[in-house]
């Protein structure tokens, strides 16, 4: 795997929330006590998060509505009253994308300062606990989960609607790749932890 996919992979991995299934049936509760309406409810938001941020120029709509996502769905099981989903989201995804140009506001072109040796071998402990972790996925996931984050912009895009076409549409799409990303988190976690403490 090539190492700008293990990085663009551990970036979602750690912005995943460990796996709490209760908590996503809850969010869907919350869209809808039907949840079939609730699922559609749930990608119709989606599309609509995504293509604000497109239009707002991010590179990473996806990853960040994924975020926004996340982040509706702490606010949710916390207890917190909200009759607006839509509008909820769009409040949510406003601070994520104020955040992300913040941190990726671009620069001008200049040479990077060496990495410190510090920062590269925690890089590489990250992409070696990647590599196990995958390696105890099944295929399926595995297969999946690696296909979800491989190209970049359009082919990225296109790559995706082929993907969603296999599993169901973008909505289970979506849905899979929450969870085994989540499953990831808990793996990267206790790998590196492990490592840490040898």
Known sequence: MNSERTCTIVNAVMAAQPPDHGAFEKFLLWLSPDRPEALRKYDEIMRKIIKYLVRKGCPEA??????????????????????????????VARNVWREYTKVFRPEPLTQDPPASPQDT????????????????????????????????GRGKVEARKLLAAEHGGENTLRIKTFRIRARLRVCLDDCMSQRAVN
Do not use: M, W
């Open 121 to 152: 071998e925690y890089k590489e402990l990250q992409a070696h606990c990647l590599d196990i972790c995958l390696g105890k996925l099944p295929d399926s996931e595995h297969d999946l989960i690696t296909r979800y984050y491989q190209g970049t």
């Open 62 to 91: 996806e990853e960040l509505a994924g975020e926004t996502r996340d982040r509706v769905i702490k606010i949710v099981n916390a207890g917190a009253e909200y009759h607006n989903p839509i509008a909820l989201f769009h409040g």
